[in-house]
């Protein structure tokens, strides 16, 4: 087989940043065009991700994003020595149709994290609390918004995040936004007028965040993740005056910040005068003991407390909400006025219905177990037929984070398993540069028992093929 | 009465550009500390709106909404002259906390523009609706969305606007959104990106989406309305590559586009290689006759089309669209899914079951007749209370608009009003600079007939009071 070495330069994708489409379809836009015109021929071999980042000025989780895409889409190979390739059938001869040998659309079976089981969503639940709210609101309530939501979903939501999740949370000082996509957008925009300039985040996280971030013109540092949850000394040295964490259940190594840890970051705080955002994306689902309170409680004035709906309900109610410290109230409503006029006032007193009347935690004490035996047939299973595959991570969430051995890239594990139509996800983008130790995250909220079993099955059977 | 005039430098209030809080609340607040730090004292005469926009750098449209929302707190008294002075019971004197005779909060009778009657939204049909969604759905509906929204939804409304407004809709070309809010932010932002530079809007139009159309990097430029609609000819001398217009009924002065006026926009679009905005935001309510058909009807690669169930149903509902030529159509549901994740999915297929089961022809049907009736008494009052007050524009919408006779500055009768508890708004912030003759907005959909005339009769008290 020939290899062709593409210099970067050959592959300058036009990106634009102010744009609204998003930096790693840009991306994706571009090398699919290049391949499609024969510009990238059959078996030429792309630029390192790393490379490609820093030709670009991106991160290297959109380069990574955009290849894993391409290569899901039969455009482009990833092969054993960890360089990727454009795909022997992609490349256009002149005069024919591309042919993709590779399946498209998404895998049969797909270990994807953020997925609940919205099967189990609490439909005649969710229609009583419908029924009651059209039947008892004053029309007022119809009419336009305030910026910061509903009082009746801020005082239920309020005392539920007290009771359950250790807050210290008035209703004043809650806002409620279309899930944490549009109440962190929101909120980085305010905090960067109000003066704040480099954020931490977690690495590895969740990247999506990090150009959401610079494009409300943060600087961005990633902050190492221990056992113990995130390294305060590291993030004393990074300079940072905001960090965002995940504290009880790390997202995606599945760690919980030690008291230790939480005590040292509220010290942060405060000797900095800088700001902890807390994505307590998950912490309803701890399955082995009581979830650890938010950070929020101990430092209401330092903490800006981030939750959703998507995770534990549906991810299609759009309903997320933030607690905020006093002063950031006014800014964020304002914000959220001119964004969107406010959310939907229906979806708003349904769900504050059916918190009030304790249908969210019944919903919840239901799924805990469902999720629980997911988690632990994926343990067991990856245990049985992948014994070198290492589940890490507190009993908890709706992902688990397996490392993976040193001669297993995971982008080759990727593509092994989706030629069984079984979807495995690298932890590569999470990571920021250098990349840590290759992983997979599987999430398991959407599957049946069946699937997991079945997944795993054809995962070891692709490994094997893999290894002499 | 000694008037101190104060030099406009005094007002140089510091405006935060690309903050989230709208640069009139942060005037109105500037203003507000100065009176209350005693800087500003009792009966100072305040900067012309036209000169303390051009210093700062704003349009004037937002220091008149500032001027307008601190007269109606009681800092601010507009005088008949066509100034603005601080109240005299506004400015703190050392050592006392301010007292405030003017009354806060909005008028026991307020004719403010944009208030459909919610008091009728159709609540048993709309729970009807829900309860069909929430038994028939399939479970992946409750998942993540496309950034275009519900196919579903995005079908009936096709259907819909067909056939009641003479759209040239695909289910392919819509896209759903939190009102026009969030669609028209969402949609200049994405015309930047691919090029557009200089928006026209009519003169008078609404104020708020010029500084929306600014912060999106747009130039923005007033072209004159007339009987027949939007003057094509002095768009064309604009420059502009962009037009907003509100065609079948004008917002404010409510005239209706003729045949002429819509072939040339569409033949200076052509030409221009230019793009319609056709905000069609309450076209439905037309009672003297069937309402015109929309532009994009003539020309769907010219027009996007903008509507909003807010004044149909209720603006709590937070449920907009777009129809889209094709090209715009990727880059518009990308902008939204970076933006919220998409609308919830619930209220989506609850407006589409609402709209395809016919309820939304029957509420329509039901409504007319009342606002028209609402209409036709306040058009009759005015002339029996009022008859030089002069009401313009088809029998069409929510709202109308009075001309003033010249003696009669409308923030004076305004703060007349005010003082009998009768909101009526001032065409004034929908004018560009130079602003054009007096008038007054009276928005009636919200009202009963009762409170029409009360307040009618009340106004007229009070305009009494200001002749000799």
Redesign the interface.
Known sequence: MSRSRTGSGELLVEI?R?????LH?QLEAGIRARIREGLLRADAVLPSTRALANDLGLSRGVVVEAYQQLVAEGYLVSRTGGYTQVAPTAARTSGQTRTNQQPTGPPRIDFKY??PD??Q?P??A??RS??RV??EIP???????SGQGSPELREALADYLNRVRGTSARPENLLIC??F??GS??LL??L??AGYRKLALEDPSDYELRDIARAA?LEVVGVPVLDSGIDVEALDRSGADLVLVTAAHQMPIGAVASPATRAALVEWAVRRNALIIEDDYDAEYRYDREPIGAVQGLAPDRVVYAGTA?KTL??????GWLILPDALV???A??K???????????QLTFADFVSHGEFDRHLRRMRPRYRNLRDLLVTQLADRLPDFEPVGVSAGLHILVWLPPDLPAETVATAARERDVGVHPLTPYWFTPPGPPGLVFGYG?LTEKAVAEGIDLLADAVGTLRP
Chains 1, 2 share one sequence.
Do not use: I
């Not at 029309?139 to 918004?145: E, F, K, P, R, V």
């Not at 549906?314 to 309903?319: I, T």
């Not at 006025?337 to 979806?347: E, H, I, K, T």
């Open positions: 634009q102010s744009g609204a489409v998003p379809q953020s997925r919205v099967s969503f439909r005649a969710w229609l419908v029924r059209l039947n029309h007022s309530t119809l009419s336009y918004l279309h899930g996509a549009q957008r929101l925009q305010v960067v007028a013109g998507s549906a991810p299609g109610l759009r309903l006014e800014p964020l304002a914000a006025l001119a964004d969107d006029r406010g959310s939907s006032v229906l979806d959407s």
